[in-house]
């Protein structure tokens, strides 16, 4: 059932019930327009355009309902933290590097929990953070309905990563300080 703030006059759903899909709320189920501006930000990811090319297109161009009205994309927003709005270039890079939109759920990397944890506070963790935890330890596929294929996503991963390297600086000799992994910041514990 759609109740999220992004709905009320945005989505044709909005207020109904469940699609029998969704097997009464347990399975997601792509939303009607958020899938168009989400199968459009791979494919033009795919041609090379970079990720605020692509916000503006979005931000841009508009959607027609089946019923004739027309609605702008929009992101969905975060409860308590933001409104829904317009796309912005990391909107368009999560996108792009989310496999749940090709019909896989990722599970990634956490650390261990530690008895010098603080159980209440997610915050005031004690141990070092986990590296890279932006690259799923595992891909399982999931329930629901892929958005677009798992080649176009694969591929666009590609893109992204042949974007991050840098040939000059490859062959230079990695900094190794004195403190690195022994020394911590005392606000943050970094």
Known sequence: ?????????????????????SQLGR?????????HAVKLAASLYGQNMSDLDIANLLNSHQYRLPDGTVVSF??????G???????GKDNIREIIRNPFYVGYVAHYPTRPLDMEDDPESIRRRKAAPVKNRRQPQILQPGQHEPIYPREIWERNI????AKGSNPASTDRPRKEYLLTGIGRC???LE
């Open 81 to 87: 933290k933001s409104e829904p709005g317009y796309f």
């Open 186 to 188: 005392w606000i943050c």
């Open 1 to 21: 059932t759609c109740t999220d703030s992004n709905g009320k006059y945005y989505c044709p759903r909005f207020g109904m019930s469940d699609r029998p899909e």
């Open 74 to 79: 929009r992101t969905k927003g975060l409860p």
């Open 27 to 35: 399975i997601p189920v792509p939303h009607p327009i958020e899938m």
């Open 158 to 161: 590609s893109i992204r990563n």
